[in-house]
């Protein structure tokens, strides 16, 4: 068999999701900015692939940052921007938010093209994109994303696109909301987390989030070394806002996580394969 014939038949590892080089309008990172006192202040939004046997799909959520809670999903074939439209959707319809909510995501064309950004203004909403390189700025929909894989899609075999959302339902609505405990809420489900905010009595507000310009010593970690100039990054060092997600595995039954011994399987990721 020829060489470029043999190349033309091997199954590719693994999949580009970014697509951020594009001359369409991109926006300043609000989110790095806000201190958060309730829901439906901060949104974020995220794509990944995965692989079936013989072929990729893509799926695009929406998470609120407060909670953790993933708020809207979509899955499908393609790449094209009625997948985060309809994530997006998705999140309005069961939320129902006031104007003023910012919605981060990357700088992906999908989210800066003319559907997209025309959708978040006719709910009032505010874009906000990563800046370049960044990762700690998503930090909470990425870290849903690896816990989606690692807890669910690595550890299973899917007949087709219907039986994986049906999967995917059942994890994101059944487990991830109403049961999987977080380090970050207090080890408690997103669901519980903003009912129990919700009571009498408690610190909560579903209003308008407080926004500085001056925020970034608390975004990040910084080391004092000589040379660096104040407000600089350091790459090397993890956000000061907890991502943890809590214990690995989950189970159904009961509604209960399972236990340390019991976690996730041990899983042998597809060689070259890496999570976006």
């Known amino acids: 068999m020829r060489e470029d014939n043999l190349l033309a038949v091997q199954p590719r590892a693994w999949v580009q999701t970014t697509d951020s080089g594009h001359e369409l309008e991109v926006y300043l990172n ?3 900015r806000m201190k958060l006192t ?3 202040q901060l949104w974020v939004a995220d794509i990944t692939y995965i692989r079936l046997r013989t072929e990729f799909v893509y799926l695009a959520v929406v998470l609120d940052a407060w909670s953790r809670k993933v708020v809207g999903w979509a899955l499908g074939q393609s790449l094209a921007a009625q997948l985060t439209v ?3 959707k998705q999140a309005i319809a069961q939320r129902q938010p006031l104007p003023g909510l910012v919605y981060h995501s990357d700088r992906d064309v999908q989210y800066a093209c003319r559907e997209y950004v025309s959708l978040l203004a006719s709910q009032g909403m505010l874009p906000s994109m990563s800046r370049p390189a960044n990762p700690y700025d ?3 929909c990425e870290s849903f994303m690896h816990t989606l894989k690692r807890e669910e899609i690595y550890a299973n075999t899917y007949r087709d696109l219907e039986d994986l959302r049906t ?5 994101i609505d059944h487990y991830y909301n ?3 405990l977080h380090s970050a809420l207090g080890y408690v489900p997103p669901e519980e987390f903003e009912q129990k905010a919700a009571q009498p009595g408690q610190a909560y507000c579903c209003g308008a989030a407080s926004r500085s310009f001056f925020r970034h010593g608390e975004i990040y970690r910084w080391d ?3 040379g660096q100039e104040l407000g600089e990054p350091n790459r090397s060092s993890s956000p000061a806002h907890p991502i943890d997600e809590s214990p690995t595995g989950y189970s ?3 509604c209960s996580p399972a236990e340390p011994d019991s976690a996730s399987p041990a899983i042998d990721y597809p060689q070259g394969e890496a999570t976006p």
């Open 224 to 226: 004092d070394k000589p």
């Open 30 to 32: 609000l989110a790095a």
């Open 178 to 180: 109403r049961c999987r």
């Open 138 to 140: 998503n930090a909470s």
């Open 86 to 88: 309809a994530a997006l």
């Open 38 to 40: 309730g829901i439906d």
């Open 252 to 254: 159904l039954a009961g």
């Open 167 to 171: 999967h995917i339902e059942e994890f």
